[in-house]
């Protein structure tokens, strides 16, 4: 495992900050001071300061309930970040995330695996969304959305659309580019007034309330761990807010 993956997954900080540090001189690995892209050996003891670093052992899985307002990021100069927010006593990050004024469900974790086996487009994993427009959508709307439209240079995947309402509708997508639900309402002339996240793959918002979070049941992981088992787990480059807004709906 390289150094900077180990301080990310034992809570000590991101692998980007993890590299600052290892540039600065700051990680030892046997008393060694530790390179860029050095691996760590089992039973290698690892300081950061002076201070030996150990992996947590123990596996964080929430849901949480993201209100509208709050910013999917760890970066501590933005007020509203979700780990300010949910004030939970391990070092956990968000699975993706959801723009500022979108609500729902985000899974929040410390195990980089499961991000990057969720999170990589390629995966093609199901995120389900229930969303309200300002005007009354008609079935070519429903069918345009559902082929894919073109935006950011690319044409989006064929998607599931179910209309549920005049001006309301639930859609299943497998991939995640930038406000996507939104990009793809105003190519069609149409504005997102409320947009809900309720699921992730096999995890369901449910009546979670805004703003609350639960740990994710033993069933749920079973399910889940096993539906990511043959993803792939190509690294999502780390940004500073924790994937930037590569993932934002």
Known sequence: MRVNKFLSEAGVCSRREADRLISAGKVTIDGRVAGLGDQIQEGQKVCVKGKQVRKQEE?????????????????????NNIVDYINYPLRI???????????????MTNQGEIVNKIMRSGNAHEKEYVVKVNQEITPEFLKRMAAGVPILDT?????????????SFRIILTQ???????????YLGYRVMKLKRIRVM?????????????EVTAQEKKVLYRMIRNSSNTTVQYTGDLYGGKHAK
Not at 202 to 214: A, H, K, Q, T, V
């Open 59 to 79: 596996e964080v899985l929430l849901a949480f309930h993201k209100p509208r307002g709050i910013v999917c990021t760890a970066e501590k100069r933005e007020k």
């Open 93 to 107: 990050y968000p699975v993706g995330r959801l723009d500022k004024d979108s609500e729902g469900l985000i899974l």
């Open 155 to 167: 044409i989006t995947r064929p998607c599931q659309i179910y209309q549920t309402g005049k001006k």
């Open 176 to 186: 995640g580019l930038n406000r996507q639900i939104r990009r793809m309402c105003e």
């Open 202 to 214: 096999n995890i369901e918002l449910g009546d979670l309330s805004s703003g609350e979070y639960r």
